[in-house]
């Protein structure tokens, strides 16, 4: 019963914790998707509960089938006052204990890779200054602008309104949205250094953009020229990032070199005339190549207008909207986003993850904490008398604690051993989440390993101390 009352009271605070826990979950989860809807579900809080209880009937069942399955009449010869207390029954309990820490060290190491591979992450440089810079995603209709010259002229006429706006420093195109936004791949075969027959040609993020684009996001120019009005396509020119030219032409400079763009073999080849800085388009994580092509080749109707500002953007975004407007009012406006707030999106799901798992770790480590805490300190009440007897013939302070804090760190280091063993195979599975960090990293997992028996420690010391403040004429006369 008392076992029962236990789990009961316990699953009605873990309940409780759950609750709280959602709603810390929300305030800091943005961007994982239906998070703000989601609710504790009754069915998880019933089953959650129920096997709270079982595990109260379990825990509660040992003593009793001991209790029956045992002659009494010993018991009270010896004066034994509790149950459990053979060396098989010690044996369980630091089986139990050894398990805790074993399985709370690879959800600790996960959740450290996952945080170190995320603060690294929050470090990458984006490649643009997403400092006072808006996009408005506007999608021209495609009946009425059917045509590269209809496109090409709502912009000719759209764009010069947008930087006569107050407050507006800059504006400029471009298909993707860095560092996360990005649809369009292509392939291409280098003149000078084709592939193989049969070989697959290599591909990489490709995007329309005006020549205003780099300016306007702060990308520099760090060899050739920019576009110009010329490059309409009669002889196609791309711009690439530093890192494709390093990629594809580590022993010279990719100007001049060109390229077969698509697999089209029967169009004129392509010529790059400028290599621009990195700016990440697969992720913080992923690479800086990239390849830019005009627009003046080729519109597209969907097409991101960057604004950068004098003040904070959401001041000018009405004002562009009502340009945008006068231009056609029926074109839809209503996706805009600050490159600020975009950039801190990109992370939204590995800072998911690492709260997700460091809230998981949190609640191991407690329960590894508890569980050798609460073995101690009935090891000190039950051996209370015997620690009354030592001190009573001389043994000092310092043995008793040691002699406590030895008995609970042996069985936190075989945990530790298992869990470290454990966390080099299961952590493997977390690679393909993990930037700049190996999924074994040393340093991670000994740090871990550390704490884990630094809390250990702490649990151990504390009912040591309390062994050591036992009064030995008091536990020898209760005895």
């Avoid at 595990?55 to 209790?67: C, D, Q, R, S």
């Avoid at 029956?68 to 010896?78: F, I, S, T, V």
């Avoid at 993850?353 to 949190?362: D, E, M, S």
Wanted: charged share 15%.
């Amino acid at each position: 019963t008392e076992s029962i009352v236990l789990a009961v009271v316990g699953a009605i605070a873990g309940i409780v914790v759950g609750v709280l826990g959602l709603e810390v979950l929300k305030a800091i989860g943005p961007g994982v998707p239906r998070l703000d809807g989601a609710q504790l579900d009754a069915r998880a809080v019933v089953f959650a509960a129920g096997a709270a209880v079982l595990a109260g009937i379990i825990v509660g069942a040992y003593p009793v089938a001991l209790l029956l399955g045992r002659d009494p009449a010993p018991a009270l010869r010896e004066g034994d006052r509790t149950t459990g207390a053979t060396r098989r029954t010690h044996a369980i309990r630091g089986a139990f204990v050894v398990t805790e820490f074993a399985l709370a060290l690879p959800v600790l190491a996960g959740a450290a890779l996952l945080l170190n591979s995320f603060m690294r992450l929050q470090q990458v440089d984006p490649g643009f200054d997403p400092t006072r810079l808006v996009a408005v995603h506007v999608a021209l209709p495609s009946g009425r602008y059917a045509a590269d010259t209809a496109i090409a002229a709502y912009w000719a006429h759209a764009l010069p309104l947008v930087r006569d706006v107050p407050g507006v420093a800059d504006a400029g195109l471009g298909e993707a949205l860095p560092p996360s936004d990005w649809w369009n791949t292509n392939n291409f075969d280098l003149i000078d250094r084709p592939v193989p027959p049969g070989g697959a040609q290599p591909v990489s993020p490709w995007m329309m953009v005006g020549r205003e684009y780099f300016a306007t996001l702060g990308v520099p120019l760090l060899e050739g020229r920019l576009f110009t009005p010329a490059d309409t396509g009669a002889q196609p020119v791309v711009v690439v990032s530093r890192a494709w030219a390093e990629h594809y032409y580590p022993d010279g400079s990719a100007i001049g070199r060109r390229l077969i763009s698509g697999g089209c073999t029967t169009c004129v080849p392509t010529t790059i005339v400028g290599v621009v800085g990195d700016v990440k388009y697969e992720g913080l994580g992923g690479t800086g190549d990239a390849v830019y092509e005009p627009l003046t080749q080729g519109w597209a109707r969907n097409l991101n207008l960057f604004v950068r500002t004098e003040g904070p953007p959401m001041q000018v975004v009405d004002r562009v909207r009502g340009v945008l407007r006068s231009v056609d009012p029926g074109i839809p406006l209503r996706d805009v986003v600050t490159m600020g707030d975009h950039v801190y999106a990109s992370t939204a799901q590995p800072r998911h993850l690492t709260t997700l798992l460091g809230g998981f770790a949190i609640a191991a480590v407690a329960l590894a904490a508890v569980g050798i805490f609460g073995m101690l300190s009935y090891t000190v009440s039950a051996r209370r008398r015997e620690i009354g007897v030592r001190m009573a013939l001389g043994a000092p302070h310092a043995t008793v604690i040691g002699m406590i804090v030895r008995r609970g760190m042996r069985h936190a280091i075989a945990g530790a051993v298992l869990g470290l063993a454990a966390a080099l195979v299961g952590t493997r599975w977390l690679a393909g989440a993990l930037y700049g960090v190996g999924a074994t990293d040393p340093v991670t997992l000994l740090a871990v390993t550390l704490l884990l028996l630094g809390v250990a420690f702490v649990a151990c010391w504390l009912p040591a101390r309390r062994a050591a403040r036992i009064d030995p004429t008091e536990a020898i006369r209760a005895e």
